[in-house]
């Protein structure tokens, strides 16, 4: 819709422009033109029309703008991640460690944890306990198994892959809260519709 109107602006201007340059050329008036005013004069009616046709209200405007500028916004970033998307070769060792850290992600059973001041997060499961240590110039994944013997392996992860492994932690961390806080509501709420 603003492409139309933007579009229709603009041509009906050009045809201005060239209506007036064509008066003057082809009738041999001289200094005939159509004065900067009128310009303006039509594209301040083109947008008060515009205004008034589309939206109605001037909130609806600032939500409508917000809403462009939001949509503007995770395009220059997908232009960006474009631009400068480093392709890192992962090894098979980082492939694998990247997606037992996704299926257990996904497990039901599995327990998350994260400490805020040495930005870690972990995943405890039975026996097994993966930790992703994100630091500005590396990430480090460590594996640890507890079954009578402590073994543990380090495994470095690309800051690219280990922010998208703390973005999909955090996402799965806050449902699992908010599902938490849900069942709490509705236990309150039973206990409270038995008096």
């Not at 008066?23 to 033109?33: A, P, Q, R, S």
């Not at 996904?106 to 240590?133: H, V, W, Y």
Request: proline letters at 2%; a positive charge; aromatic letters at 14%.
């Amino acid at each position: 819709m603003r492409i139309i109107l933007w579009s229709f602006i603009f041509s009906v201007s050009v045809v201005l422009s060239l209506i007036s340059s064509g008066v003057e050329h082809f009738l041999w008036i001289k200094n005939w033109y159509v004065p900067l005013v009128a310009y303006f004069l039509f594209f301040y009616i083109m947008g008060y029309l515009t205004f008034k046709i589309r939206f109605k209200n001037v909130k609806i405007l600032k939500f409508f703008l917000f809403r462009k500028l939001l949509n503007l916004n995770k395009v220059f970033h997908l232009i960006d991640s474009k631009v400068y998307s480093e392709k890192v070769d992962l090894s098979t060792i980082q492939e694998k460690s990247i997606k037992m850290w996704d299926k257990l992600l996904k497990d039901p059973t599995s327990e998350l944890q994260t400490c805020n001041a040495s930005d870690r997060r972990i995943i405890k499961r039975g026996s097994l306990i993966c930790m992703l240590k994100i630091s500005s110039q590396e990430s480090n994944l460590t594996i640890m198994q507890n079954n009578g013997v402590k073994m543990f392996y380090d495994i470095y992860i690309p800051q690219k892959n280990s922010n998208e492994m703390v973005n999909s932690f955090d996402s799965v961390q806050e449902k699992k809260i908010n599902s938490l806080i849900e069942k709490e509501k509705r236990s309150i709420e039973n206990i409270l519709e038995s008096f």
